[in-house]
RNA sequence: GCACCCGUAGCUCAGCUGGAUAGAGCGCUGCCCUCCGAAGGCAGAGGCCGCCCGUUCGAAUCGGGCCGGGUGCACCA
């Protein structure tokens, strides 16, 4: 029971209040309570909770909020953790706990460790995360790296709070991309076997990271294929090139700490005729039709003409216009394949989350709308649009040419800032907010950035403990009950932690992880410095053993939950800064 | 023309999925620290939350309509 944290219990608290109401006859049965909360008011001065429970049970009991909120308050005020309750504005009941509760909560932070602000709320529900799907013709560049982080952080959020999670990745390995680094994959073959190729061509992937697949192909087949055509040797080349990235990518994921579950292949799920299934399916429900495409709305392309082809009706489903699920060569649109493959996601999961490059925004109602009429509207799926990150240096535009692969390699930025730097960085923003990524800055030691003040913060705790150590200092139990009103506050705020979690959860936005430690960590340095002016103030007192055990026991516990955060971040906390 | 995202302090952004007097960092102003637990600290000024209606006991938050910025708009992935 220590465990169960101060905002669950004060749920079943509130709970426990309306049912006693209830049976007075007070309040009638059976009112909806859902809109009841118990949270923080915004303004500390006026307590430590408060719930609107009056204001928004009033019109359904038939009753008016003050006289409801007398009621309540009444039964509030008996609760031993309730030091004080009060009634004010149009019924709020604003209540003032007994300092006992806040000694309680940091014990309840010190017995759960690790698992502080874990949770069951997501009951088991199965979640899938598809993340990343960056197409396989080349290593991982900026572009990748904020969904990677976003997906991963969102993954591991929802794992904690008791939801069973897949990681996801969906290799593009069927469209005409992997024929084309097939081919440049073969040009480098040539090239191995000694023939002057010159500058590879336009329209090709000119990478060199593709000379050591070319190399291994022509150790391995010699020159059987040179001078064929592409039919003796594309399928072959794609395999092998397609294998050979997927490599690059998983090493260069692994450097941001992430691993997926499954890679599930675009071209086996055409194999396998999913998206025939698929298809057949609509087809038979009318959803999906031969029909003209509309012209583009646009700026109109050069070379199009009106052509049949089979649509599936996502108007139906709030889309703009109907969309081709086949080309009319015969072969599968992205979106017909990718129609095929949610589906597929949604037999092994409850939930779908799909994170996207803003650049995709266009094709999210449409996808919705496939699930939609695939699933029976049974799966709860969103997609999570992640915005472009401006790569700076010192204020001023990192130049990338797309010529040439000049781009900005994940590896490269992890190699220079370092993993933890990248993903807190990542998460310092919501997702669908611009942001800009300046080398400089991130790694820069000031207050004005986020990961720098988390991580002294972190590190400022781990040296207290290790000079109270080098001290020698002979340590009672600590007596919370010497906790002052200071510090008090550093506990209120850490006593969040759990709320923050569920509602990062709820609303899928990890970032709010990132702005809590950064303002728990600001009010731990807050703390902190008070000793700089007043040496009784300090944690470590020497000459005052039982404050001193106080003081690095909360010191420890604000430690603690800085860890779990960053943790649920992907997050290493360190020791000390270098 | 349509769709999606964004408009909150001078700047960069939070705002707990409807709560009370709107928050942080930077910048600005003032004081403190330079005898070290100071890769700083404390305090202050600064806002018709783009605009107008609506829903509600209550709106930065929800709905509708405008205005401004970004992105995307045939079978590409």
């Known amino acids: 029971d220590d465990q169960v944290t101060l905002y669950v219990r004060f749920a079943a608290h509130m709970a426990a209040v309306l049912d006693s109401l209830e049976a007075a006859g007070d309040l009638p049965a059976g009112i909806d309570r859902k809109a009841v909360t118990v949270e923080p008011p915004r303004d500390a001065s006026h ?29 509030l005020a008996d609760l031993d953790e309730v030091a004080e309750v009060s009634i004010a504005g149009p019924g709020f009941i604003n209540m003032r706990l007994t300092p006992d509760v806040w ?15 874990r949770s069951d709320i997501g009951k088991g529900v199965r979640v899938n995360v598809e993340y990343v799907s960056a197409n396989p013709t080349g290593p991982m560049h900026m572009g990748h790296c904020r ?14 709070v008791g939801h069973d999670v897949t990681r996801e990745y969906y ?51 010699g020159d059987s294929f040179v001078g064929k055509p592409e039919s003796k040797w594309l399928p072959l080349f794609r395999t092998r090139a397609v294998a050979a990235m997927m490599v690059m990518i998983r090493a260069d994921l692994a450097l941001l700490g992430i691993h997926h579950d499954i890679f599930a292949s675009e071209a086996e799920l055409q194999a396998a005729g999913k998206p025939e299934a698929a298809e057949a399916e609509l087809r038979a429900r009318d959803l999906v039709y031969d029909g003209m495409l509309e012209a583009p709305k646009g700026e109109m392309p050069e070379d199009w ?43 092994a999961a409850d939930q779908l989350i799909d994170i ?71 998460l310092t923003r919501k997702a669908d907010a611009q942001m800009d990524f300046d ?14 003040y988390v991580q002294y913060a972190h590190a400022r705790i781990s040296s207290l403990e290790r000079r109270a150590q080098e ?58 410095n008070v000793g700089n002016d007043n040496p009784d103030l300090r944690v470590i007192v020497v000459n005052d053993p039982q404050v001193t055990a106080v003081r690095l026991f909360l010191s420890r516990q604000i430690g603690q939950v800085i860890r779990n955060g960053l943790a649920l971040m992907g997050v290493a906390a360190l020791l000390e800064m270098q």
């Open 47 to 75: 307590g430590d909770l408060a719930t609107n429970a009056a204001m928004v049970l009033a019109k359904p009991a038939g009753t008016n909020p003050r006289a409801l909120a007398e009621k309540v308050a009444a039964r």
């Open 103 to 117: 000694a309680r909560e940091l014990e309840a932070i010190a017995s759960s460790g690790d698992s502080y602000g």
């Open 147 to 160: 969904g990677a982080v976003v997906g991963d952080a969102l993954a591991t959020l929802l794992e904690y």
């Open 171 to 221: 290799i593009n390995d069927a469209g005409g991309q992997v024929d084309v680094l097939a081919r440049s994959v073969h040009v480098r073959y040539r090239e191995a076997l000694g023939e002057d190729v010159g500058n590879i061509p336009d329209g090709l992937y000119p990478g060199d990271y593709l000379v050591p697949v070319a190399q291994e192909l022509a150790r391995e087949f």
């Open 305 to 347: 003409e009106p052509v049949v082809l089979p649509l599936f009706r996502s108007t139906q489903f709030g889309d703009d216009q109907d969309r081709p699920i086949k080309k009319s060569n015969g072969n599968w649109t992205y979106f017909g394949a990718d129609m095929a493959y949610h589906y597929q996601k949604a037999q």
């Open 356 to 426: 996207w490059g803003a650049d995709h925004a266009g094709t999210v109602k449409r996808i919705q709308a496939a699930v939609a009429a695939l699933t029976g509207g049974k799966a709860r799926f969103d997609v999570k649009l992640v915005q472009m990150v401006r790569l700076l240096r010192d204020g001023e535009p990192v130049k990338m040419s797309k010529r040439a692969g000049n781009f900005v390699t994940l590896a490269d930025v992890v190699s220079e800032v370092g993993k933890d730097v990248v993903r807190f960085t990542m």
């Open 439 to 452: 080398f400089a800055k991130v790694v820069e030691a000031s207050k004005d950035n986020p990961v720098f």
């Open 471 to 528: 001290a020698g200092l002979k340590l009672p139990q600590p007596d919370l009950s010497r906790l002052g009103t200071h510090e008090q506050d550093l506990i209120k705020l850490a006593a969040q932690f759990p709320r923050v979690i569920e509602g990062a959860a709820n609303t899928r936005e990890p970032h709010r992880i990132a702005f809590f430690l950064g303002d728990l960590a600001a009010a731990f340095h807050a703390w902190w």
